[in-house]
């Protein structure tokens, strides 16, 4: 039996992974569907910033030009910053993608036509950059605005994201961070903000190589040396440059998309350490670097970074990103989960409620397992005493118990892999294995006869997917099956205990494979 006393404290717990959570584009964040989504997550699992995609498209009318001139347009990007300010939340800023009146070549990425050619002149977008860091500073005050963040582009080492080559995209950087901090040098930039860690050197040259990929030639991908991309890279172009880094940013999912044998592109996950190991990978490259205090911040995340993963809508992944949050919650700044909502278009609107969309809550509001894996994070208290495979545990504010048990079966050592839509029956398969785990835990050092309250969330309580299924899975729900799913998915079991006379509880209990409960003491 292993005891855990309140008075034994390990130092502070900072919820750091409550930072920043993801979202599509920024005009969607101008939904009345998706400010509602926004403001619950902010108010259930207490979500700080949003970043999105998109802030400069076309679709927000920033810049048009007429005769000589550029013209500036902030108003759907005030209107959006503040509606999320309404939320009680903060932009976590994305400079990107190229105004179509600034940009070199027509190439273009999602149905929405993001351009993602390099501006063929620099100049302009440092203008571009400066009128709209004067226009915030403005509008919001320098106070404010020096508590945001501001990262250069999304996934440039990507030729989906980002047509130029790597020094290309460092002299964006540099016109960036340069036309900012000229204005307000307080004011967080950062970068480069790539994609997924690779075994390779498809991206170690100026654009990336896919001949060098090896993902699948590998013997054992989990034991090969995956490494981030650009970041070492850029460290030294930027102190070779004499720019500042407040941030560096990268994408660690545990998953990498290659060609294999036959050239059909695909994506593998890892093992399920994969995201841990990559973000100590990081943190011992910094602390080498020419800026080893510049903050850890991990833009974007997730068990996949696939809209179309039938695994997201399921236990599993959501005790996975639980389990990782948790394992490495001492490697990063922010860890940011890739998204809040279901409210995201890159591959266009999902063909039915349920499609593995990268969402916490799915189109018509109905929340997921993931929802409740962070709405018990947020539950857990500021003050450390135990953090180990299974279990966290910690002291409110007011000294009293908030842990949660969790439990990633030993049996399954990869992480949970894609199952693109409409395989929810696959998906189902691997929430059916692995066997229960008995926990046996005494903890000491509460009120006497101090109220417990217990929260179960497994694959039959707490999700919706159940009842999903009974419905036939229907593509586009009645009013009355969405509040149906809305009460199911919503429907955790929970339990009341108490401590004794002397202020011990003892939880004795068989914990589901797939599953969690949450611990606190009234």
């Given at each position: 039996?292993?005891?855990?006393a ?5 130092g502070?717990?900072p919820?750091?992974?409550e ?12 939904r009345a569907?998706?400010?509602k989504q926004l403001?619950?997550v ?9 970043r999105?995609?998109g ?5 927000m009318?920033v810049?048009s030009?007429?005769e000589?001139?550029?013209t500036?347009?902030?108003?759907y ?5 503040d ?5 009680h ?10 105004p ?16 993602i050619?390099p ?12 009128e709209f860091?004067?226009?915030l ?6 106070e ?13 080492n ?16 540099q016109?960036?961070v340069?036309?900012?901090?000229k204005?307000?040098s ?7 903000a790539t ?6 050197q498809?991206?170690?040259g100026?654009?990336?190589?896919i001949?060098?990929?090896a993902?699948?030639?590998?013997a ?19 102190h ?6 407040d941030f ?6 545990p ?5 294999d044998?036959?050239?059909?592109k695909?994506g ?5 350490s994969?995201?841990v ?5 990081v ?13 850890r ?6 068990s996949?970074p696939s ?23 001492n ?5 940011s ?11 266009g609107?999902g ?10 809550i ?5 929340v997921?397992?993931v ?16 953090n180990?495979?299974g279990?966290i ?14 439990h990633?079966?030993h049996?399954?050592?990869q ?5 693109y ?5 696959g ?19 509460l009120?006497?006869h101090a109220t417990?309250i ?9 999700s ?10 229907p ?9 149906a799913l809305?009460?199911?998915?919503r429907?955790?079991?929970i339990k ?10 003892h ?9 969690f409960?949450?611990?606190r003491?009234?």
């Amino acid at each position: 039996m292993k005891t855990i006393a309140l008075e034994e404290t390990k130092g502070p717990f900072p919820h750091t992974w409550e930072y920043c959570v993801g979202a599509g584009r920024a005009q969607e964040g101008l939904r009345a569907q998706w400010q509602k989504q926004l403001a619950f997550v902010n108010q259930t699992c207490g979500f700080q910033t949003v970043r999105f995609h998109g802030l400069f498209h076309e679709d927000m009318f920033v810049i048009s030009k007429s005769e000589q001139d550029f013209t500036y347009n902030w108003q759907y990007i005030d209107s959006l910053f503040d509606a999320i300010m309404d939320c009680h939340m903060k932009p976590f800023v994305e400079l990107g993608f190229c105004p179509e009146i600034l940009a070199s070549g027509d190439k273009t990425q999602f149905w929405w036509k993001a351009n993602i050619t390099p501006p063929k002149d620099l100049a302009q977008w440092g203008a571009l950059i400066s009128e709209f860091i004067s226009h915030l500073l403005h509008r919001f005050g320098k106070e404010e605005i020096e508590s945001w963040h501001f990262e250069v582009w999304n996934e440039p080492n990507l030729k989906g994201f980002w047509s130029g080559t790597k020094t290309e995209y460092f002299k964006l950087y540099q016109t960036s961070v340069e036309a900012i901090k000229k204005i307000d040098s307080n004011i967080p930039v950062g970068g480069p903000a790539t994609s997924n860690f690779v075994p390779d050197q498809r991206f170690a040259g100026e654009k990336e190589d896919i001949t060098l990929q090896a993902t699948f030639s590998l013997a054992n991908i989990d034991k090969a040396v995956w490494k981030p991309v650009w970041v070492e890279d850029f460290l030294l172009w930027c102190h070779q440059h004499k720019l500042p880094v407040d941030f560096i940013s990268c994408h660690p999912y545990p998953t990498d998309f290659a060609f294999d044998e036959n050239n059909k592109k695909k994506g593998l996950s890892r093992k399920v350490s994969a995201t841990v190991d990559d973000l100590q990978e990081v943190d011992a490259l910094l602390k080498k670097s020419p800026y080893p205090n510049a903050q850890r911040y991990f833009t974007e995340w997730s068990s996949s970074p696939s809209s179309r993963d039938c695994s997201h809508d399921y236990m599993p992944a959501a005790v996975y990103v639980m389990k990782t949050l948790l394992e490495s919650a001492n490697l990063y700044d922010c860890l940011s989960y890739w998204t809040f909502t279901d409210v995201f278009e890159e591959m266009g609107a999902g063909n039915s409620a349920f499609h593995g969309g990268l969402g916490m809550i799915n189109f018509q509001g109905i929340v997921k397992p993931v929802w409740h894996a962070f709405r018990f994070l947020h539950n857990l208290g500021t003050t450390l005493l135990c953090n180990e495979e299974g279990l966290i545990a910690t002291t409110t504010e007011e000294k009293k118990l908030s842990a949660i048990v969790y439990h990633y079966p030993h049996s399954f050592q990869q992480t949970v892999p894609i199952h693109y839509y409409p395989d929810f029956d696959g998906a189902q398969a691997i929430e059916e294995t692995g066997s229960p785990l008995t926990k046996d835990i005494l903890f000491t050092g509460l009120k006497p006869h101090a109220t417990i309250i217990l929260e179960y969330v497994d694959a039959q309580h707490g999700s919706a997917m159940p009842l999903y299924k009974q419905m036939g899975r229907p593509s586009s729900p009645s009013r009355k099956e969405i509040a149906a799913l809305k009460a199911a998915a919503r429907a955790t079991t929970i339990k009341k205990a108490g401590a004794d006379e002397k202020g011990r509880y003892h939880l004795s209990q068989t914990i589901k494979a797939w599953s969690f409960v949450s611990i606190r003491e009234q």
